[in-house]
């Protein structure tokens, strides 16, 4: 049975054997993310003081290459995508995996959203349907 995440001005399902991760209040972010069984996590946040979304998509690059090194990029083209919407796919090693991390960046109820998928490239595929279902189904509150 699914479970129903109601926060943030948003509303959508989720599989119930994902866990909601604690952030720490000093953070600052407006935001929720979900860790997968499978050791992947389905990040959400709002959007906030940033200019551009190709200034946005440069940022995470760079965190993920400070911290993981070499990262490939490859721009995503979606035939439902709204105008203003973005979608990344980033893949980097981990030890000896390949992570594939998807960001989008969403407009919900004319609120920009920053929206971030990442498991070992074989768990990703593997969840990759339920990631665009969710997508699908999320809707202002």
Do not use: C, H
Not at 28 to 56: K, Q, W, Y
Not at 85 to 107: G, H, K, N, P, W
Request: negative net charge; proline residues 4%; glycine residues 4%.
């Amino acid at each position: 049975m699914p479970s129903t995440f109601e926060s943030l001005g948003i509303k959508f399902l989720y599989p119930d054997n994902w866990v909601i991760a604690q952030r720490p209040v000093e953070e600052g972010i407006e935001g929720v993310t979900f860790d997968l069984p499978t050791g992947g996590f389905f990040s959400l946040e709002r959007a906030r003081n940033v200019s551009s979304n190709d200034e946005l998509i440069e940022q995470v690059e760079a965190s993920i290459a400070k911290e993981y090194g070499e990262v490939e990029r490859e721009v995503v083209e979606t035939a439902d995508a709204k105008p203003g919407e973005q979608t990344v796919d980033f893949r980097f090693y981990y030890l000896d995996l390949v992570i594939a991390s998807r960001l989008m960046i969403a407009r919900i109820d004319d609120r920009k959203f920053v929206i971030q998928m990442q498991a070992e490239s074989r768990d990703f595929d593997a969840n990759e349907l339920v990631f665009q279902a969710i997508l699908k189904q999320i809707r202002p509150e």
